[in-house]
């Protein structure tokens, strides 16, 4: 898939009506011993419930979510990018839940989606990304080849869905608005017809 995978933002309403698959992947990295909030057994109503509390968020410019199609138009990944934050910290946002489904794993669709959502904070005028993770995790080894700097690990800080204790290691990454790759109506264009972005 690497190359393959279609990045794209959602509207609310999309996200809204992507709640069953959306589910799928969430409930696929939970089952796949992924700490992101979530324990198992993870219900499936949960998860629907978690998606369309973030399409509420979206909805009120609160957070921006992207998804990842493979060629099907099978939902594969997606992540979240935090964009309310106290009018003290307007420069600021965070990424949340990544997440790619373990048959999809390792073909560069992580990346894509991160990539994908570093450039959306640059048009919403962010130069400051956090984000958590779980320590020694995939996902950490991701955001390390992707340039982002360790802030630290807090030990023991959270749970594997299997209930054991894990560390959760701190990130950040400043932005520069001129490493875009694609600006303006350009990037969001791209978004809305479903179009490679990264």
């Not at 998860?47 to 199609?69: C, D, Y």
Request: a positive charge; charged letters at 25%; hydrophobic letters at 40%.
């Amino acid at each position: 898939m690497s190359g393959a995978a279609r990045v794209r933002m959602l509207s609310a309403d999309e996200v809204t009506a992507y709640v069953e698959p959306l589910a799928d992947v969430l409930i696929d990295c939970v089952e796949g011993g992924a700490a992101v909030s979530f324990m198992l057994p993870l219900a499936r109503h949960k998860a629907i419930e978690f998606w369309k509390r973030a399409a509420s968020n979206v909805a009120r410019g609160e957070r921006v979510l992207l998804i990842a199609e493979d060629l099907d138009g099978r939902i594969v990944g997606t992540v979240q990018l935090i964009t309310s934050f106290p009018e003290n910290q307007p420069q600021r946002a965070d990424v949340s839940k990544m997440l790619v489904r373990r048959d999809a794993r390792r073909q560069g669709v992580a990346a894509s989606l991160l990539a994908a959502v570093e450039d959306v904070a640059r048009e919403a005028a962010k130069s400051v990304l956090l984000l958590d993770t779980e320590t020694g995790s995939d996902a950490e080894r991701l955001y390390e080849r992707a340039g982002w700097q360790r802030v630290g690990e807090v030990p023991d800080c959270g749970y594997t869905p299997d209930g054991k204790l894990c560390g959760t290691t701190f990130f950040h990454k400043r932005l520069s608005p001129g490493d875009v790759r694609f600006t303006g109506a350009t990037r969001m264009r791209r978004f809305r017809q479903g179009l490679p972005v990264a």
